[in-house]
């Protein structure tokens, strides 16, 4: 798929279809009004005959175009014109993308990326055209004898700028591709089922995704080591299970040497059954995406390589199952964490933190200058946030306003919860240095404030992603967030 920055004149302009906006009361867009003048009055009469409403996001085709080299118009409803803001333009975006991936076209003009929008700038728009693009024409078939509806088959997306603002296209149009590559793979991990998406599995996806990247180096640390490293916690939640555990390390050099790393930990909880504290039947299929955490260290990765960053950035992936069994944890068991910390797992299925303890503990080895976990964490964040942001909680008022700033400006949002010191004494143990769970009160918070114990003095930041790593119902399936909102952050950080 080739996707460009258009420069031809609007109406010698080839393709299957030309995509282009019209406005509330009938106003025609710079670009609808040359392509009106070429065609003979074709849109002003359809728009006179109020074939398209004057909602946005409505959509009009026009598959009589005269004399015009563009086969198909697709009209494009905006709105008013004045409150033309990004949100109301993804959403008409959406809408036309989404007809062309459900169509046979190979070849299309975009012209919604030469409007003008309160809130979205040239590199804005490119970007977003292309984020959309590879989302609508998601598909997940792998697993499929058949793949049932056909593919989108578009082979060239052409972008229509002012020809002012080339460059910012460019860079938009390489940031959107990265960031929309990585979201692929993020939804395609977690779409997995459990008996393909193993440990083992992420460990080979991980290794594929640095062969031969002289900036990116892979370790996949097994059992014996782990053991080694005395990280009790994570041994603790993979007990249970046959399928082998794995402590995936990937370090991505785009810095200098001296240069302080982010360091992104994501839990990588491959099936959740919830261990002895077993979870109820209903949609506990659903566990299968408790990995989205890893997915999203994996995206990040990706996309960061191919975007060659020049920082330094790790990404750790502690990753097992969380099965009962005959070996598996039993609650009231000891353990000792890395940190030497000792744990009373009073429920089993509180194992996100255990895996994610022992990894924030190692990942101070890297001297992050910021420490970010992602982890679909607590079943409380859902019911406090919902699907539509992501928790965010921290030591550093600096990150967590960083994050949130990203989020915004990503349309990936999350929302900042306390971490007051009042809050551990829902924690405590009588007979180790801390439980893994704190009640019903508050679960987000006490879940955050138990990983808080593991990161010393690091500017550290946690996403709880519980509601936003996976949709349900007809739109089931993993999202691939919070990857825009920490492409954004990193994004941001260049100097
Ligand atoms: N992976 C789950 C959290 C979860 C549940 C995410 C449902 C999305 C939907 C996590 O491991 C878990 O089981 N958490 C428990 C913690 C509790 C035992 C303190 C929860 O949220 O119920
Ligand atoms: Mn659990
Ligand atoms: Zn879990």
Redesign the pocket.
Known sequence: MQIQISNIAIDRQQADCAIVAVYGGGKLSAAAKALDAAAGGLISRAIGNHDIKDEAGELLLLTETGKLPARRILLVGLGNRDKLDRRTWTKALRNALSAVARSQYRNVVLHLTAETVRDADAYRRARLAVETWQSVSYRFTAMKSEPGEPAARLEKLSLAGSGRDDAAMRRGIAHGGAIGRAVALAKDLGNLPPNVCTPTYLADRARAIAKGNKKLQMESLSLATIRKLGMGAFLAVTSGSAEPPRFIVLQYKGGRAGDQPVVFVGKG?TF?A?GI?I?PAGAMD??K??MCGAATVLGLMQAVAELKLPMNVVGIVPTCE?LPSGTATRPGDIVRTMSGQTVEIL?T????RLILCDALNYALRFKPAALIDMA?????C?VALGRVRSGLLGNSDKLANRLLAAGEAADDRAWRLPLDDDYAELLKSPFADVAN??GRDA?TIT?AKFLSRFVGKTEWAHLDI??TAWNVGSKKGGTGRPIPLLMEFLLNRQP
């Open positions: 909880i959740d919830g504290s979870k659903e566990m995406y408790d969380n429920n299925d509180a194992e996100g679909t964490l607590t079943g409380a859902l769970i704190g679960g879940a519980a509601g």
